[in-house]
């Protein structure tokens, strides 16, 4: 257990649809990133976050927003999901020395 | 924009051979990362590298940070059934936020 619990593990949802990923991060990391991995290939920065504050933008569509609550979990939401949003979805936390913790991961499949 | 090259993309080697890969930079970075990837699980740190020159071992494998400060490299030596996975590489950026930029991923295949 890396510390980084991210919600659900697998979703399975249809074309148009909106979803929402879970991340609570290491207890004490204040940041948050959020990557996509499609399947068999890198890993896509897609936002990160620190306190609440949004601090860097990767590729992230527009059809997608992420936000990060008082008590420091953060959510990735995807909207109009099309079929080539599958992908595992990561979350990975920080305290500023110690590289990125990251979680399990959800697995999305759109069809 | 900073973009780590990983090589190789990919390897199939027999079990107890030697493996190495490297990544490569066209900008600086004062830390290096290298994290491994299990099929379905997300990327778990291996070694952190803080020095340039620095040499560090975990087990089997060893990393190094490369003295101009845009590489990296990372050994396997007598390779196992369950190192296969996706190994990536990732610099701390020196510019702008905290943000670990990461390479595109080496992976590995190991045949008993």
């Known amino acids: 257990d890396s510390g980084v619990t991210q919600t659900p593990k697998h979703l399975i949802t249809a074309t148009g649809q909106r979803v929402t990923l879970r991340c609570s991060p290491r207890s004490g990391d204040l940041s948050v990133y959020w990557y996509q991995q499609s399947l068999d290939q890198g890993l896509q920065f897609l936002i990160q976050?620190?306190?609440?504050?949004?601090?860097a933008k990767g590729n992230i569509l527009e059809r997608f927003s992420a936000q990060q609550f008082p008590d420091l979990h953060s959510e990735l939401n995807l909207s109009s999901l099309e079929l080539g949003d599958s992908a595992l979805y990561f979350c990975?936390?920080?305290?500023?020395?110690?590289?990125?913790?990251f979680g399990s991961g959800t697995r999305l499949t759109v069809v | 924009g900073q973009q780590l090259n990983q090589s190789p993309q990919s390897m199939f080697i027999q079990e107890g051979e030697d493996v190495s890969m490297n990544c490569t930079s066209s900008s600086i970075f004062n830390t290096w990362l290298w994290y491994k990837q299990d099929p379905g699980e997300g990327p778990v740190l291996l070694i952190a590298?803080?020095?340039?020159?620095e040499l560090t071992s975990n087990g089997r494998l060893t990393a190094q940070f490369g003295i101009t400060r845009k590489d990296s490299f990372l050994n396997i030596s007598a390779s196992i059934p369950s190192d296969v996975g996706i190994y990536f590489c990732a610099g701390l950026t020196t510019s702008g936020t905290y943000k670990y930029i990461f390479g595109t991923g080496t992976r590995l295949k190991v045949l008993a």
């Open positions: 976050y620190y306190n609440g504050e949004e601090r």
């Open positions: 590298l803080y020095k340039a020159g």
């Open positions: 990975a936390s920080s305290a500023r020395v110690s590289g990125y913790t």
